[in-house]
């Protein structure tokens, strides 16, 4: 297993973070004990996970996967020092999640508390906004004019992420947190976040998740230069855009038990037809140089300048294993070359 500094940080994380939104919907206590086993055996140590999960979101899943991970914590309590903890706060929109309100400081302060002692720990190692309280280009709004930037008041946003970081600056004065990251954001809020820690002497944000793969690479390149030079880590998630890469949803399949068959909260913004042909086209590429599908996509994932560790995720053991293999797969120059092709003709499929 190969290792990166995260950010400005002093953790060392793996290339591979082990994702666990399906846990506690998809997949039981049992199922997650033995991807936190497995993969802790194979040399991961960094586990991702949410208030919000499990998913697809809804009252009863809420906060279902931070217990599952806390049940295991309970019973390995060694371990503990070994897993570099990530959570993340919800944003505004979940009605049963604060009553659907907006990040502030004092949900900062409440929704800390609530995690850790679902998780059963004294600290999280990073602690993550899971989306901005303004409207991002992120979930399929990444098309020019879907909203307006300009609605948007700078000053007030500015104001409200002061706030913030004051409130997760408690939260690492009190021990309950060590390091502060971003989900589901730009260059503009990384930029501003970090200017406000450095303007206040507060925290600073040291990674950034986003939606990053084959079929959905917007961040590349002016959001991952903007990581490298300021210093925050970048973290793909779904990194086989829910799933699809895998090809088991082309030309209109629907597994039975896949992500798919639930309820989407923001629909299966994916499945366009452009979609479908590019992952046809990714799985003759996988084929033709002996990866799978999966492989092919992780592998691509882990290449790319300024990735510094990929969340995957996984509903059963074999499935992880076949993902973990990927990041011990690497691609050749052809291989490469083949990706490119299809990547330049389905740029932005979705």
Same mark, same amino acid.
């Given at each position: 297993?190969?290792?990166?500094?995260?950010?400005?940080?002093?953790?060392?994380?793996?290339?591979?973070?082990?994702?666990?939104?399906?846990?506690?919907?998809?997949?039981?206590?049992?199922?997650?004990?033995?991807?936190?086993?497995?993969?802790?055996?194979?040399?991961?140590? #960094?586990?991702?996970?949410?208030?919000?999960?499990?998913?697809?979101?809804?009252?009863?899943?809420?906060?279902?996967?931070?217990?599952?991970?806390?049940?295991?914590?309970? /019973?390995? $309590?060694?371990?503990?020092?070994?897993?570099?903890?990530?959570?993340? !706060? /919800?944003?505004?929109?979940?009605?049963?999640?604060?009553?659907?309100?907006?990040?502030?400081?004092?949900?900062?302060? =409440? +929704?800390? @508390?609530?995690? %850790?002692? *679902?998780?059963?720990?004294?600290?999280?190692?990073?602690?993550?906004?899971?989306?901005?309280? *303004?409207?991002?280009?992120?979930?399929?709004?990444?098309?020019? &004019?879907?909203?307006? #930037?300009?609605?948007?008041?700078?000053?007030?946003?500015?104001?409200?992420?002061?706030?913030?970081?004051?409130? %997760?600056?408690?939260?690492?004065?009190?021990?309950?947190?060590?390091? !502060?990251?971003?989900?589901?954001?730009?260059?503009?809020?990384?930029?501003?976040?970090?200017?406000?820690?450095?303007?206040? @002497? %507060?925290?600073?944000?040291?990674? !950034?998740?986003?939606?990053?793969?084959?079929?959905?690479?917007?961040?590349?390149?002016?959001?991952?230069? &903007?990581?490298?030079?300021?210093?925050?880590?970048?973290?793909?998630?779904?990194?086989? =855009?829910?799933?699809?890469?895998?090809?088991?949803?082309?030309?209109?399949?629907? $597994?039975?038990?896949? *992500?798919?068959? #639930?309820?989407? *909260?923001?629909? !299966?913004?994916?499945?366009? $037809? =452009? /979609?479908?042909?590019?992952?046809?086209?990714?799985?003759?590429?996988?084929?033709?140089?002996?990866?799978? $599908?999966?492989?092919? /996509?992780? =592998?691509?994932?882990?290449?790319?300048?300024?990735?510094?560790?990929?969340?995957?995720?996984?509903?059963?053991?074999?499935? %992880?294993?076949?993902?973990?293999? +990927?990041?011990?797969?690497?691609?050749?120059?052809?291989?490469?070359?083949?990706?490119?092709?299809?990547?330049?003709?389905?740029?932005?499929? #979705?």
């Amino acid at each position: 297993m190969e290792y990166s500094t995260l950010g400005s940080s002093n953790l060392s994380v793996s290339r591979i973070c082990l994702g666990s939104m399906t846990w506690g919907k998809q997949n039981t206590q049992e199922d997650a004990n033995q991807q936190i086993d497995y993969a802790l055996s194979q040399g991961i140590n #960094f586990i991702d996970t949410a208030e919000m999960y499990a998913v697809p979101p809804s009252p009863d899943t809420y906060g279902k996967t931070e217990t599952i991970i806390g049940n295991w914590l309970a /019973a390995n $309590p060694e371990r503990r020092k070994d897993i570099i903890l990530a959570s993340k !706060i /919800a944003g505004p929109g979940l009605p049963w999640v604060r009553d659907g309100g907006a990040i502030t400081g004092e949900a900062v302060i =409440a +929704a800390v @508390d609530a995690s %850790l002692t *679902r998780l059963q720990t004294d600290y999280i190692d990073l602690y993550q906004l899971h989306w901005p309280n *303004r409207t991002s280009p992120h979930f399929g709004k990444h098309f020019p &004019n879907q909203f307006k #930037f300009s609605e948007f008041d700078a000053k007030k946003e500015e104001a409200d992420m002061l706030e913030i970081l004051q409130a %997760l600056d408690t939260c690492v004065k009190a021990g309950k947190i060590h390091h !502060i990251g971003l989900s589901d954001d730009t260059p503009w809020g990384i930029n501003t976040y970090l200017k406000l820690s450095e303007k206040y @002497d %507060l925290p600073r944000m040291v990674s !950034i998740q986003n939606e990053f793969s084959l079929l959905h690479a917007k961040d590349w390149p002016y959001l991952i230069e &903007n990581c490298i030079h300021e210093n925050v880590a970048y973290l793909p998630w779904s990194p086989l =855009a829910g799933g699809m890469l895998s090809g088991k949803y082309l030309d209109g399949k629907m $597994p039975e038990g896949s *992500r798919w068959t #639930f309820s989407q *909260r923001n629909g !299966i913004f994916r499945d366009t $037809p =452009a /979609a479908n042909e590019a992952v046809r086209a990714y799985m003759n590429v996988a084929e033709k140089h002996g990866y799978t $599908p999966c492989q092919l /996509a992780l =592998a691509w994932c882990d290449q790319v300048d300024g990735v510094t560790s990929t969340i995957i995720g996984a509903t059963s053991l074999e499935q %992880l294993k076949e993902d973990i293999e +990927a990041f011990s797969k690497p691609l050749s120059n052809e291989v490469i070359s083949d990706i490119n092709t299809v990547f330049r003709q389905y740029p932005m499929p #979705f």
